[in-house]
């Protein structure tokens, strides 16, 4: 390694370049993450899952839980507002069938759906059963703890109290998000908030929220007090985006991709996801994922259209080789 650009370490894990890709439900499933590991992704996390769901069985949960072992090293995110729960879910997951690296809790998912339960980002307004939360996970666990977060609930002033209640638990790592719960995704992420959230406390804190290129990225983790970034939006229908990292913190020009290679990729995740889920649940899991492949190809509209509505694997196989040509 000949830069000058530091490892993220954190509870016996070394990560360089020192970025990971965010959990995004229905997007970072097993099939993409073995995708973005084959091209230079250090790190991962499995999409949410509902720690009472796992204890309790039947919600799904085993299916997100399964990966391949390539697809290391990998953090399981669990959510839920029961320290109790969350401290068996850990213990569970103690099982080395499960071949995880580290346990992380969500305390920032703004989601109506989780937030109604008082999980995610509702543990936000109450500090006190945060902390227990964290407590008795990391008590639970002989795996490294982290939690990702916002700045707050509804005041972007809390980001360095969050930070420090957080960091007094003995977590390993802490990803803040730039925004508050109450923001969702509007506006900006506030990185003066973060940067001043990761000085004030001694755990490695990582930054998210609209890293736009690997430069970006790269930018942040030189000029701020983070110790590494978490990379969202900007990673789907780029699965080479930390190769581009790694060459930019190298010093290295990465070439972007040319529309024919950007849809060489986008068929061989197709047919990967249609292998793994069979013709026609590959083919649901895979629109959404396919939008952003073609995104600023020439014809992107009649593209996005025609794949929505397609259902024949092979007649989108069709266009993603090529017939996406003619939709100019």
């Known amino acids: 390694m000949t830069s000058e650009v530091k490892p993220l370490v954190f509870g016996g894990l070394s990560i360089w370049p020192p970025a990971m890709s965010a959990p995004m439900a229905g997007y970072t499933g097993c099939v993409y993450r073995e995708i973005l590991r084959e091209h230079g992704c250090p790190y991962c996390y499995t999409e949410m899952v509902s720690a009472k769901g796992f204890l309790l069985g039947g919600d799904g949960s085993e299916e997100i839980l399964r990966h391949m072992p390539q697809d290391r090293p990998l953090a399981i995110q669990l959510f839920g507002h029961d320290p109790e729960d969350m401290a068996k879910a850990a213990l569970k997951l103690q099982d080395p069938s499960y071949s995880f690296d580290a346990i992380d809790i969500n305390m920032g998912c703004p989601a109506r759906k989780v937030t109604s339960q008082g999980s995610g980002g509702a543990l936000l307004k109450d500090l006190g059963r945060a902390r227990e939360i964290a407590l008795a996970v990391k008590s639970a666990s002989r795996l490294p703890v982290t939690a990702k ?47 001043r959230a990761a000085e004030e406390v001694a755990i490695p804190v990582v930054g998210n929220g609209d890293v736009s290129s690997p430069e970006d990225a790269l930018a942040r983790i030189e000029t701020g007090s983070v110790a590494g970034v978490m990379v969202g939006r900007a990673i789907l229908g780029n699965p080479v985006f930390f190769e581009a990292l790694a060459a930019a913190a190298m010093g290295r020009d990465a070439h972007p991709l040319t529309p024919e290679q950007k849809m060489d990729l986008a068929a061989a ?3 990967r996801s249609v292998a793994r889920y069979g013709p026609v649940k590959g083919v649901l899991d895979m629109r959404k994922q396919l939008a952003f492949y073609v995104r600023r190809l020439p014809g992107a509209s009649r593209l996005r259209a025609l794949i929505m509505k397609e259902k024949s694997p092979d007649k989108i196989m069709e266009v993603l080789k090529g017939g996406w040509k003619e939709e100019r």
């Open 149 to 195: 977060t916002r700045l707050g609930w509804d005041d972007a002033r809390h980001a360095v109290e969050v930070a420090r209640v957080f960091a007094q638990t003995g977590l390993d790592m802490l990803v803040i998000h730039g925004r508050t719960v109450a923001e969702g995704y509007s506006g900006k992420a506030d990185w003066d908030a973060i940067n």
């Open 269 to 271: 995740h197709f047919q």
